[in-house]
């Protein structure tokens, strides 16, 4: 017989749910049939599986230690491959700058991304232990494209895991980016449109008339400063889809500096030879959380910010021929 205690980290998540993980290489039928059998239960009782768990609630498991070790396998950390610029940290959220050219999470097998890392950082800083992990799966939250840099959230408990993704998918974190476009824009604006996602070429376009297969998209956008025929561009997505800065703000004209896709060739080019830019000059440099939270109240109301990277703000001087910037000047 094994008994597994729920810590903070675990609690909120269904028992069934608590025990895949545990078990990792048990069926779901076999699961339900040593609950239905009583072979597994829950602080002393009969459980059904879809009991929500709390700090504290005591897991049985009357099962032979041939039988746990044969269902049950380790997980194993790898080793951290690259060094994270975490700027806050707490026992549920992660959030961290992430570099150019890295991905958030892997598209193929043997890519390297952000969301490999979170586990070896969370155990060296005793944020996370082996068992932990065990039963929670870390991740990031949101996603920025390979090469966008900025604020990626990460969470590290379950706690952090539902809250980040339901205050995300609600839209009530704030997120705001920086860009370098084409043109002089004088004045802040809101634009709205229908985004088309074109899946085989991973390209979208944008028609401000409604379209069947378009998802209602918003992007609100105010100039930090402009000259020379560029504006240093602060943005804040309403709403989140795939490339929606880059191809809204290339819709209206302003198209993003280095982005070779939806991007203005012939400055492009200027970039490359000059700065050695080969992707956009898009940064998601600051958010900002709710000011009445349930949980993870630590970050009720905070506004965490991530500097611009040194090309990207090399970039930015020359162009426009300003002093140093910083975030909230």
Same mark, same amino acid.
């Given at each position: 017989?094994?008994?597994?205690?729920?810590?903070?980290?675990?609690? *909120?998540?269904?028992?069934?749910?608590?025990? !895949?993980?545990?078990?990792?290489?048990?069926?779901? %039928?076999?699961?339900? /049939?040593?609950?239905?059998?009583?072979?597994?239960?829950?602080?002393?009782?009969?459980?059904?599986?879809?009991?929500?768990?709390?700090?504290?609630?005591?897991?049985?498991?009357?099962?032979?230690?041939?039988?746990?070790?044969?269902?049950?396998?380790?997980?194993?950390? !790898?080793?951290?491959?690259? #060094?994270?610029?975490?700027? +806050?940290?707490?026992?549920?959220?992660?959030?961290?700058?992430? #570099?150019?050219?890295?991905?958030?999470? /892997?598209?193929?097998? $043997?890519?390297?991304?952000?969301?490999?890392?979170?586990? =070896? +950082?969370?155990?060296?800083?005793?944020?996370? %232990?082996?068992?932990?992990?065990?039963?929670?799966? &870390?991740?990031?939250?949101?996603?920025?494209?390979?090469?966008?840099? *900025?604020?990626?959230?990460?969470?590290?408990?379950?706690? *952090?895991?539902?809250?980040? %993704?339901?205050?995300?998918?609600?839209?009530?974190?704030?997120?705001?980016?920086?860009?370098?476009?084409?043109?002089?824009?004088?004045?802040?604006?809101?634009?709205?449109?229908?985004?088309?996602?074109?899946?085989?070429?991973?390209?979208?376009?944008?028609?401000? !008339? /409604?379209?069947?297969?378009?998802?209602?998209?918003?992007?609100?956008?105010? &100039?930090?400063?402009?000259?020379?025929?560029?504006?240093?561009?602060?943005?804040?997505?309403?709403?989140?889809?795939?490339?929606?800065?880059?191809?809204?703000?290339?819709?209206?004209?302003? =198209?993003?500096?280095?982005?070779?896709?939806?991007?203005?060739?012939?400055?492009?080019?200027?970039?490359?030879?000059?700065?050695?830019?080969? *992707?956009?000059?898009?940064?998601?440099?600051?958010?900002?959380? &709710?000011?009445?939270?349930?949980?993870?109240? %630590?970050?009720?109301?905070?506004?965490?910010?991530? =500097?611009? =990277?040194?090309?990207?703000?090399?970039?930015?001087? $020359?162009?426009?021929?300003?002093?140093?910037?910083?975030?909230?000047?």
């Amino acid at each position: 017989m094994r008994e597994i205690e729920i810590t903070k980290k675990e609690e *909120g998540q269904r028992l069934d749910k608590m025990l !895949q993980k545990y078990l990792n290489k048990a069926g779901k %039928s076999f699961l339900y /049939k040593m609950l239905r059998k009583k072979n597994i239960k829950l602080n002393g009782k009969k459980a059904a599986g879809n009991e929500k768990l709390k700090a504290g609630d005591c897991i049985a498991l009357y099962l032979a230690e041939e039988t746990i070790e044969k269902f049950r396998e380790e997980v194993k950390v !790898q080793e951290q491959k690259i #060094p994270l610029d975490v700027l +806050y940290e707490d026992e549920n959220v992660l959030l961290i700058n992430k #570099p150019y050219g890295i991905l958030s999470q /892997k598209a193929g097998r $043997e890519d390297l991304s952000i969301n490999e890392q979170i586990a =070896p +950082y969370a155990l060296e800083r005793g944020l996370m %232990s082996a068992e932990d992990l065990n039963r929670i799966k &870390p991740s990031v939250c949101n996603r920025l494209d390979r090469n966008t840099t *900025g604020i990626l959230i990460a969470g590290i408990s379950l706690e *952090g895991l539902q809250t980040m %993704s339901e205050l995300l998918k609600k839209r009530e974190i704030d997120k705001y980016y920086f860009c370098i476009v084409k043109g002089e824009i004088k004045k802040k604006e809101k634009v709205s449109g229908y985004l088309i996602k074109d899946e085989k070429h991973n390209k979208v376009t944008v028609s401000r !008339q /409604k379209k069947e297969k378009g998802a209602y998209i918003e992007t609100w956008y105010e &100039p930090i400063s402009c000259k020379n025929g560029f504006t240093f561009l602060k943005v804040k997505l309403v709403t989140g889809k795939t490339h929606q800065i880059r191809a809204h703000l290339a819709g209206q004209g302003h =198209p993003l500096a280095g982005d070779f896709k939806y991007g203005d060739e012939k400055i492009n080019r200027k970039l490359r030879a000059e700065f050695g830019i080969r *992707g956009q000059l898009l940064h998601c440099g600051e958010i900002r959380f &709710p000011e009445n939270m349930e949980r993870c109240v %630590s970050l009720q109301g905070r506004k965490i910010q991530a =500097p611009l =990277p040194e090309k990207f703000e090399r970039v930015r001087s $020359e162009l426009m021929g300003d002093a140093v910037w910083e975030a909230g000047i």
